[in-house]
Nanobody, 121 residues
Framework: QVQLVESGGGLVQAGGSLRLSCAAS????????VGWFRQAPGKEREFVGS????????YYIDSVKGRFTISRDDAKNTAYLQMNSLKPEDTAVYFC??????????????WGQGTQVTVSS
């Protein structure tokens, strides 16, 4: 079992920055891919980006490319989502997930409880 706890959310003005953390316990995070998702009120959960379990390859959706950066520090058992140039449409609850390699994001994934990010205009 992997337990994930997100932190770092909050209220920020448009154009500002936040860094979310995803701290893992129970098992080392190094054997898992880590993904970040978000869910805005009244909308479905949306994949934001991910980082692979080896070589730290990253992938982002178009709407956050160039603004968001995912990283991981396996020594600290923590992954991060650095969010710059935030926009009001980035407002959502942000979740991290950990998945074994090549399993996607589904039944084998572990999820955090989420952290609220609110961007004011």
């Amino acid at each position: 079992q992997v337990q994930l706890v997100e932190s770092g959310g909050g209220l920020v003005q448009a154009g500002g920055s936040l860094r979310l953390s995803c701290a893992a316990s129970g098992r080392t995070l190094s054997g898992y891919a880590v993904g970040w998702f978000r869910q805005a009120p009244g909308k479905e959960r949306e994949f934001v980006g991910s980082i692979s379990w080896i070589a730290s390859h990253t992938y982002y959706i178009d709407s956050v490319k160039g603004r968001f950066t995912i990283s991981r520090d396996d020594a600290k058992n923590t992954a991060y989502l650095q969010m710059n140039s935030l926009k009001p449409e980035d407002t959502a609850v942000y979740f991290c997930a950990a998945s074994p390699p090549n399993t996607g994001w589904g039944l084998d994934s572990y999820w955090g409880q989420g952290t609220q990010v609110t961007v004011s205009s």
